[in-house]
Nanobody, 115 residues
Framework: QVQLVESGGGLVQAGGSLTLSCVAS????????VGWYRQAPGKLRELVAL???????PYSDSVKGRFTISRDNAKSTLYLQMNSLTSEDTATYYC?????????WGQGTEVTVSS
């Protein structure tokens, strides 16, 4: 079964930076669309950014210009570089993979931005 394991969350001050990582196993990483979603307390899970198998990287408007998604196919690892963080970015961040028409999720890593 596909496994996604996130790391890198934590507490950061507003204006600071943080990098999340997600290691995938049991998939051919390069052939699948992967990405990051987040869910703030009391809110629905929302898309942050995707890294498609075709090479495109769409972002949500709320993070465009501040966050950068990247993937290392050799290491089956997905990254999310987050800069200029605000309290609005406080959420649990989930790694996502679409594999053969099924969606898979990691366990989530918490990011808290203090103002």
């Amino acid at each position: 079964q596909v496994q996604l394991v996130e790391s890198g969350g934590g507490l950061v001050q507003a204006g600071g930076s943080l990098t999340l990582s997600c290691v995938a196993s049991r998939i051919i990483f390069s052939m699948n669309t992967v990405g990051w979603y987040r869910q703030a307390p009391g809110k629905l899970r929302e898309l942050v950014a995707l890294a498609t198998s075709g090479g495109s990287t769409p972002y949500s408007d709320s993070v465009k210009g501040r966050f950068t998604i990247s993937r290392d196919n050799a290491k089956s690892t997905l990254y999310l570089q987050m800069n200029s963080l605000t309290s609005e970015d406080t959420a649990t961040y989930y790694c996502y993979a679409s594999v053969s028409g099924r969606n898979y999720w990691g366990q989530g890593t918490e990011v808290t931005v203090s103002s």
